[in-house]
């Protein structure tokens, strides 16, 4: 069994910042990519960043230069920092984490429960 958990939504004004985490806990041998999603209210669910379990990140254009992914082996952690927000950032926020339960196993990808970040104008 594994579970994700995210913190670190909230309310924010234009210009603030927020950090969300995802803490995976369970049966998990090892990760390989890990990733942020978001959905906007009556939007499709859409790519934030993603980092690969070598370390090396990838943005959506609408990010770019003020998110930043980042990943913690020893914590079992994925990071968004989240600078410079915007209006438009508003939506629920969500973890995404690829792993193996065991050696030889298969790629398996586990979401986190979402939560929500607020940007005020």
């Known amino acids: 069994q594994v579970q994700l958990v995210e913190s670190g939504g909230g309310l924010v004004q234009a210009g603030g910042s927020l950090r969300l985490s995802c803490a995976a806990s369970g049966s998990i041998f090892s990760f390989n990519a890990m990733g942020w999603y978001r959905q906007a209210p009556g939007k499709q669910r859409e790519l934030v960043a993603t980092?690969?379990?070598?370390?090396?990140?990838n943005y959506a254009d609408s990010v770019k230069g003020r998110f930043t992914i980042s990943r913690d082996g020893a914590k079992n952690t994925v990071y968004l920092q989240m600078n410079s927000l915007k209006p438009e950032d508003t939506a629920v926020y969500y973890c995404?984490?690829?792993?193996?339960?065991?050696?030889?196993?298969?790629?398996?990808?586990?979401w986190g429960q979402g939560t929500q970040v607020t940007v005020s104008s």
């Open positions: 995404n984490i690829h792993l193996l339960v065991r050696m030889g196993g298969l790629d398996t990808d586990y």
């Open positions: 980092i690969t379990s070598g370390g090396r990140p």
